[in-house]
């Protein structure tokens, strides 16, 4: 299976009709979240990302709520937005999280506390593809480490064969591993992926 993902267009409608584009080619396109920019311009954003037909695995980033990303793919007949759930797509899982983890310092941002992720991650089934809006700590997560432990501890119990997250743009498009688990920060601009 072929996937593109990526994450914090942060508004970038240019870059979202690039990806629109290039999703033509791919099984299924993954989105990590962070498609508005302090809650203001998600529904340009998806509806410019809307004309993506590949299934299509969305969750929110800390720029959005889960509520508010809900609304705005209504009308987006290839998405499936994920927060603490999971859909198969050809046979392969995936489960998504959103939000910052742990809580970011803004007031204005949609965040989990560890314990909460904790608990939206505990059914993630073996093997999965994991979306997370934040990276797992220590890996992808820039030079000062912000990314979530609930998402590491996830990664290593249940070891899903791709974690994508963003969240930590200074991290975009690196990669890690977490035991046998492919863990890429997607980034903006779009990586092919094959799992």
């Not at 290039?22 to 809307?50: K, N, Q, T, W, Y």
């Not at 030079?143 to 200074?170: F, N």
């Amino acid at each position: 299976m072929r996937l593109l993902a990526f994450s914090d267009l942060h508004r970038d409608a240019h870059q979202g009709q690039e990806l629109a584009a290039r999703a033509r080619d791919v099984d299924v396109v993954v989105a990590a979240g962070d498609f508005a920019s302090v809650h203001r311009g998600l529904e340009d954003m998806i509806a410019v990302l809307a004309a993506i037909e590949t299934p299509t695995v969305v969750v929110p980033g800390n720029n959005e709520t889960d509520v508010a990303l809900h609304e705005a793919c209504r009308d987006w007949g290839a998405a499936r937005v994920l927060h603490g759930e999971g859909v198969e797509i050809d046979g392969v899982p995936f489960f998504g999280l959103g939000g910052g983890v742990p809580v970011t310092p803004w007031d204005w941002s949609f965040d989990l506390t560890e314990e909460e992720a904790a608990e939206k991650l505990a059914g993630c089934p073996e093997g999965a593809v994991l979306v997370s809006h934040s990276p797992p700590k220590g890996h992808v997560d820039g030079s000062r480490r912000l990314g979530s432990e609930a998402v590491l501890r996830a990664v290593e119990e249940k070891q899903p064969r791709l974690v994508v997250c963003g969240h930590i743009h200074e991290a975009a498009g690196q990669e890690s591993t977490v035991g046998a688990s492919r863990v890429l920060n997607a980034g903006p601009g779009g990586i092919l992926v094959e799992v």
